[in-house]
């Protein structure tokens, strides 16, 4: 059996959350039908954070309540405190994902807490969540390099990721907020991770700002991590990390993974419609490296079923 590879779809939440244009639910709820369409199986679908902080996230949970396919789809929304935690269970969502950084600036900018707060918070949401009955995640940000402190010590990210694994996070999710990663940083953060705990907790998320997403992918892949966060179109950024761009586009991720034989269930070409659709939403250019060539390929798809 060819190796299966889980794409956890961020667009409707990273990608949304630095959009200057605020989406209405209808166009969030379209959004995410689109992306089910195009055969993809996770979506973290919002984040329950503050309205005055992120409005472009107002509504998660109402937006929750109106989301189809809930049986067959893996939706998981992003909490940064326990007042995010409890709407979310209000709301019924059955995977959280919490946001830890890696250093103390990024902590206090994204959610106004200690990266010692964090910590904390973090680990007893982990710990609830499993009491609770809830897929627990957790992101630890930063993990490479920081916008305000530089090169983020490895032996932190492993700190932080063991105390979240042990307070119970069934996945801790290295995250390149600001795309700064290159493939010899990763495997230096994720190789000493493997003999103490499975690469199968561990999920990665990298931004393209330099362009070396995929080459950061193939370093994680290789270190045994089967589970990836991507975003339509490259859609994305970080409204708290200056220079953060787009994050990995789904359809460059999709593309590369199905021609190295892995699979992810996503058909690379049922992308194409997905990213032409989520830019009229946006209003902005979208498309990762390999879309134009997608594109020419679907043109001739659509052509040859004309005929
Ligand atoms: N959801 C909705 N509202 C929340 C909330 C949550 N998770 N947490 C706090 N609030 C509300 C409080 O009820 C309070 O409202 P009030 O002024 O009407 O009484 C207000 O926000 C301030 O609460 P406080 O606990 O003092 O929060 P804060 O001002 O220290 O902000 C966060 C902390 C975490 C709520 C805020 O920084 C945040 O939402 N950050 C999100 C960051 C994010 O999404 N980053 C991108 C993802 S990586
Ligand atoms: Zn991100």
Redo the contacts with the bound molecule.
């Keep these: 059996m060819r190796d299966v590879v889980k794409i956890n779809e961020v667009g409707p ?2 990608g949304l ?1 630095s959009q200057g244009r605020t989406l209405s639910l209808e166009q969030r709820l379209h959004m995410i039908e689109v992306l089910l369409q195009a055969g993809i199986r996770a979506v973290e679908m919002g ?8 409005p472009q ?1 107002a509504g998660t949970g109402e937006l929750f309540a109106r989301l189809p396919m809930r049986n067959e789809v893996d939706y998981s929304a ?4 326990l ?3 409890q ?1 979310a269970c209000e709301a019924g969502v059955g995977s959280v994902a919490v ?1 830890l950084s890696a250093t103390e600036t990024m902590n206090q900018r ?4 200690s990266l010692a707060q964090a910590t904390e918070i973090g680990a007893e949401l982990m710990q609830r969540a499993r009491a609770d009955g809830l897929n627990a995640r957790a ?1 630890v ?1 930063v993990a490479f390099e920081c916008p305000f402190e530089g090169v983020t010590p490895p032996a932190v990210v492993h700190e932080l990721t063991q105390r979240m694994l042990d307070a119970g996070a069934d996945t801790v999710i290295i995250a390149d ?1 600001i795309g700064a990663a290159n493939p010899a940083g990763v495997q230096r953060v994720l190789q000493p991770l493997a003999p103490w705990c499975q690469a199968d907790r561990i999920s990665c998320h990298f931004h393209d700002t330099r362009g070396m997403a995929l080459a950061n992918v193939l370093a994680a892949l290789q270190c045994g991590v089967r589970e990836f966060d991507s975003s339509i179109g490259g859609l994305g950024g ?3 990390s200056p220079g953060a761009t787009g994050n990995l586009a789904t359809e460059d991720l999709v593309l590369m993974l199905d021609a190295m034989g892995y699979r992810t269930g996503i058909d690379p070409l049922a992308l194409v419609a997905a990213v032409h659709q989520v830019q009229q939403l946006t209003g902005g250019q979208l498309g990762g490296h390999s879309f134009r060539w997608l594109e020419r390929q679907w043109h001739k798809q659509q052509e040859a079923r004309n005929v």
């Design positions: 939440r990273d959350q984040s329950f954070v503050s309205p005055r902080a992120v996230m992003l909490v940064p405190n007042k995010g935690y709407l946001v994204n959610i106004n807490m992101y940000a907020t970080c409204p708290f």
